[in-house]
């Protein structure tokens, strides 16, 4: 699943079948090899699927894979309980069902990315989530595993049903085998799905409206450096947006998305760099646009991110503020105590704080831009939705995790917030991977790490809810805690040997 993780595409399958054979093979065992079992997985998947924390030292690199360990091993804990396959089939998905809707949510605001769901993205399974959204894909994911995994045993059990007294030991060991020479060799038995291949948007969303709006997304960010000190000072990451959106102007946009960063902690008035740099933008091109910056405080202590919205006039329409912050990112939990014990935390000398959340509106269409980690929230991105949004714009800068999975990753959770919501999805990073993301999930265009590039592409706004938008994740987590608590409460009565 860790592979799955960062590679997605063909490994889908690799990871529906590694969850299968990983709680078949814990059916049954006692807690102290549930818990061992689920250590030593947990910290393979997540160790592989989190290699880019690395980057800012080893504490976050551990403390991030320990702390998604916990979660991974409450699962294979909980299937261990289940004593038949029936058992199996009821605590296994709803335990990873549960476990990421509460993840997702807690501590500090919760984790959206390495979940099962991110892993199914090319897959079938994927298509589910415009009904019970990530989670349930998830939980999906682990039922047809154990389903798979659980008849396949079989098959063996009866093939080796003449080695008496270990036959069942024997068959646990080839499929948990199995199932990791699966994942290691899914490349080559499961072809990669096709960037736009599902079908047209028509085919997807016939309840939308008939108007496009022509979007330019402006990604410049291309070596693996940051900026000197000198192009700071001249503002060249300014000159550069600027340069390639009028660029742009030929193909007639009428909204540009510059990614998280771009106008940086310049003061937007009278004649400063970024006022300028906006003002020739807009006018280049006869488009709104839709920028990103950090202003700080007026005591110089803390800044906000922010979301700037201008007119094609180059006048600042709206502004709206990121509501989810980053912990260790954006600001550090327990400063005081923390800081004087871990050097790495200067990288982050002054904290963050959340702002308020609005909607931008283009003539009569609602644009919801969110910031950076806040597109891998399946609830958040539907609460924006729920408020009106008919287009999302992720802006994200992701310069500082250079060529790791995180890219990635992050692309993989708003291409299912677009099947989700049956939205596009406008995903504008600093240095890649940008991408325009169609709503059943596929690639329209796309930018690669480190490329400097300007995506087109007309998007079509919808004001329609899906079950997941009108729903949310009530009837994944109640089907979840019903499952639950049937597979516990069925631990008595039902035979070793029932059949599914």
């Not at 290699?51 to 294979?76: D, I, K, Q």
């Not at 330019?216 to 001249?234: K, T």
């Not at 325009?436 to 930018?447: Q, T």
Request: glycine share 10%.
């Amino acid at each position: 699943m860790g592979f799955a993780l960062v590679w997605g595409g063909r490994w889908w399958l690799g990871s529906v079948i590694g969850i299968g054979a990983l709680y078949t093979s814990v059916r049954g065992a006692s807690r102290l090899r549930a818990i061992s079992v689920g250590l030593v997985s947990g910290a393979a998947v997540f160790g592989i699927s989190s290699e880019w924390s690395r980057l800012f030292g080893a504490h976050a690199y551990l403390s991030l894979v320990a702390a998604l360990s916990l979660f991974w091993v409450a699962c294979v804990v909980v299937a261990s309980f289940a004593r038949s396959e029936v058992q199996s089939l009821l605590l296994g998905p709803s335990a990873i069902v549960l476990a990421e809707l509460f993840r997702t949510r807690f501590p500090l605001g919760g984790y959206g990315l390495a979940t099962v769901s991110n892993t199914q993205i090319d897959g079938p399974l994927s298509r589910a989530a415009v009904v019970v959204g990530s989670a349930g894909v998830s939980g999906l994911a682990a039922a047809l595993g154990i389903a798979v995994v659980t008849l396949l045993t079989k098959a063996l059990s009866s093939g080796f049903s003449r080695i008496k007294g270990r036959s069942k030991g024997f068959v646990s060991s080839v499929v948990v085998s199995l199932g990791c020479v699966i994942i290691a060799l899914g490349p080559l038995f499961f072809p990669e799905s096709k960037v736009g291949s599902r079908g047209s948007v028509d085919e997807l969303n016939d309840n939308s409206s008939s108007r496009k709006l022509r979007v330019a997304v402006v990604q410049v960010y291309d070596e693996n450096r940051p900026l000197s000190d000198d192009e700071e000072a001249r503002g060249a990451l300014l000159t550069w947006l600027k340069t390639e959106t009028e660029k742009s102007a030929v193909a007639r946009p009428e909204l540009v998305v510059w990614p998280e960063a771009s106008l940086g902690s310049h003061l937007l008035e009278g004649e400063s760099m970024a006022a300028r740099a906006v003002r020739e933008a807009t006018s280049k091109t006869g488009a709104s646009l839709i920028a990103n910056g950090q202003p700080l405080g007026g005591s110089l202590d803390r800044f906000v991110n922010r979301n700037y919205f201008f007119s094609y006039t180059g006048r600042l329409e709206m502004v709206s503020d990121k509501e989810k912050l980053v912990p260790f990112g954006e600001y550090v939990p327990w400063r005081t105590a923390l800081q004087p014990r871990i050097r790495s935390l200067e990288r982050i000398p002054i904290d963050g704080e959340p702002g308020q959340w609005r909607l931008f509106r283009l003539g009569e269409i609602g644009i919801g831009s969110v910031i950076c980690f806040e597109s891998t929230f399946s609830y958040y991105i539907r609460e924006r939705v729920r408020a009106g949004s008919e287009i999302i714009v992720v802006e994200t800068n992701n310069r500082s995790f250079e060529t790791s999975s995180l890219s990635r990753q992050h692309v993989s959770a708003s291409r299912m917030r677009a099947i989700e919501t049956r939205r596009f999805v406008v995903h504008a990073a600093l240095s890649g991977i940008s991408a325009v993301i169609r709503p059943d999930g596929s690639i329209l265009e796309s930018a690669g790490l480190f490329e400097r590039k300007v995506l087109l592409a007309d998007v079509e706004p919808s004001g329609a809810l899906t079950p997941y938008v009108r729903f949310g994740d009530w009837a994944p987590g109640g089907l979840a805690a019903a499952s639950m608590i049937l597979g516990l409460g069925a631990r008595k009565r039902l035979r070793p040997e029932a059949k599914l």
